[in-house]
């Protein structure tokens, strides 16, 4: 799986002209599921989005404190388009993307343990597969990309 964190001030999900959901202070996560993965790489992904130290300390340290430490909220987006290619030409490819309901299934899943891990209360999400509009204030701005790349993958990333 392979997510893009961002430290947001504010973040919303609109479909069809409906605020879907909304979060204060927190981290917006786009996530897509890659043909290789499964349910581990769903549950490190999102220990990840909960663990990963994105705010200073109270002390003004850098980079001491996390989502669950700030009692933040969490904005979760399935978004497939980040596992595309785009080596040849000026099309992107998608392959590398998880197709249909074994997408939704593990992205449903993900977003499961992040409630698991954070509360249900705290943590929202998009609609899969539907054509949404995210509105953020980006706090820093503070982007971080993240990966859990299943064994066989990684096996072959290494051969390249």
């Known amino acids: ?20 959901s909304s979060i204060g202070k927190g981290v917006l996560v786009f996530a897509a599921v890659a043909p290789d993965d499964g349910p581990k790489e769903a549950e490190a992904l999102a220990a ?7 705010w200073d ?10 989502v ?12 497939f388009t980040l596992l595309a290619s785009t080596k040849k030409g000026s099309k992107p490819d ?7 309901e074994q997408a939704k299934e593990l992205y449903d899943y993900f ?6 891990g954070h509360g249900v209360e705290r ?10 509009e995210v509105g953020l204030v980006n706090d820093g701005p503070v982007t ?17």
């Open 68 to 79: 669950q430490d700030m009692n933040g909220e969490v904005l979760c987006v399935s978004q």
């Open 111 to 116: 977003y499961a343990k992040v409630q698991e």
């Open 48 to 54: 990840k989005v909960l663990k990963m130290k994105l």
């Open 1 to 20: 799986m392979k997510a893009i964190l961002q430290r947001v001030l504010s973040a919303s999900v609109t479909v069809d002209a409906t605020v879907i």
């Open 94 to 100: 998608f392959h590398g993307a998880m197709g249909g």
């Open 144 to 160: 971080l990309e993240v990966s859990t790349a299943s064994k066989r993958k990684a096996a072959q990333e290494n051969q390249d």
């Open 123 to 132: 943590v929202k999400n998009g609609v899969f597969q539907a054509m949404m």
């Open 57 to 66: 300390g109270e002390d003004g340290s850098r980079w001491k404190r996390n």
